[in-house]
């Protein structure tokens, strides 16, 4: 089976402008979940995506928002950029249920000037 | 979701057995407890899960005592290329994984 895939791989955007991030899960998986990475913050969960339904959010401003398709890719977008949005984004799928272990693709890095 | 706490870093040489303990006193009686390991620039691996008294698997193995509030990875004859950073988590919220700050594993020749 392929494995979890997010393009594009690089971003260089600058300060408000919005981004759009995309991640293919394993096939099969309905559940999609998103995460920021940054050296100080460490991985933050952003939220969830089960079935086209948003099932968990974390503690990110609203400029954060995330859709998920009939076949389970998802996207999310930042909107009005800021510096602090330089992070790499990861996204991970598995089945869904709650011991399900998570498959993390191999992140998209997205640098804010 | 259960907090765990785990040393920040730890230094190995190649060939030798390193442990790796995580503290989950607030463990939950249906929470799985799973290990993930990153290297710089890339999204987290999975390495093991368990849920109660020992798990084998070709890379490691997880000893979970009987109270279940601790746990211990063990990763045998580390290499150099085991050099990363091991995340211990507890439970899960539907597909919200909670990461601490991990565990720095540093192994040199």
């Known amino acids: 089976k392929a494995g979890v895939t997010q393009t594009p791989r690089y971003l260089i955007k600058t300060r408000g402008q919005q981004v759009t991030l995309s991640c293919s899960p394993i096939s099969g998986h309905r559940s999609v979940s998103w995460y920021q990475q940054t050296p100080g913050q460490g991985l933050q969960f952003l939220f969830e995506?089960?079935?086209?339904?948003?099932?968990n959010k974390g503690n990110f401003p609203g400029r954060f928002s995330g859709r998920q398709f009939s076949n389970s890719r998802s996207e999310m977008n930042v909107s009005t950029l800021e510096l602090g949005d330089s992070a790499l984004y990861l996204c991970?799928?598995?089945?869904?249920?709650?011991?399900?272990?998570?498959?993390f693709g191999a992140g998209t890095r997205l640098s804010v000037l | 979701l259960a907090k765990t706490t785990q040393p920040i870093s730890m230094d190995s040489y190649e060939g030798q057995e390193v442990n790796i303990t995580c503290s989950h006193n607030n463990i939950a009686t249906n929470d799985y407890i799973t290990w993930y390991q990153q290297f710089p620039s890339q999204g987290p691996r999975f390495i093991i899960q368990g849920y109660k008294t020992k798990v084998t698997n070709e890379v490691a193995s997880l000893f979970i005592p009987a109270d279940r509030k601790s746990s211990t990875l063990s990763l045998p004859r580390v290499s150099l290329s085991d050099t990363a950073v091991y995340y211990c988590?507890?439970?899960?919220?539907?597909?919200?994984?909670?990461f601490g700050q991990g565990t720095e594993l540093s192994v040199k020749p």
């Open positions: 988590l507890v439970g899960a919220q539907g597909g919200k994984l909670i």
């Open positions: 991970a799928s598995s089945p869904g249920r709650e011991s399900d272990i998570q498959y």
């Open positions: 995506y089960f079935s086209e339904t948003q099932r």
